[in-house]
């Protein structure tokens, strides 16, 4: 069982920086894992950010390219994710998953989220 544990949000001014990590435990294969971040903002349906494969290939949601940068540390088991000029339509709980494929059976597991606030 993967445990994910998200950190690094909080409240921001419009045009501001945050970072973001996931910490993962309890299995030794993260590196194989494809790690995303997810965002929920209320009254919206869960949308992807960004998402990095095992090989370190990126992609990311239209709302966020040339902004948001997601990277992994396999030494570390953690995900990040960079996040530059920020907006108020940013602000929501960003989610941490994480994917993997075995025998054509996809294993999803999920963080309990870190709230982001953009706002003056």
């Known amino acids: 069982q993967v445990q994910l544990v998200e950190s690094g949000g909080g409240l921001v001014q419009p045009g501001g920086s945050l970072g973001l990590s996931c910490a993962a435990s309890?299995?030794?294969?993260?590196?194989?894992?494809?790690m995303s971040w997810y965002r929920q903002a209320p009254g919206k349906q869960r949308e992807l950010v960004a998402r990095?494969?095992?090989?370190?290939?990126?992609n990311y949601g239209d709302s966020v390219k040339g902004r948001f940068t997601i990277s992994r540390d396999n030494a570390k088991n953690t995900l990040y994710l960079q996040m530059n000029s920020l907006n108020a339509e940013d602000t929501a709980v960003y989610l941490c998953n994480a994917a993997r494929s075995v025998i054509g059976t996809v294993t999803n597991y999920w963080g309990h989220g870190t709230q982001v606030t953009v706002s003056s």
């Open positions: 990095i494969t095992s090989a370190g290939s990126t």
């Open positions: 309890g299995t030794r294969f993260f590196s194989m894992y494809i």
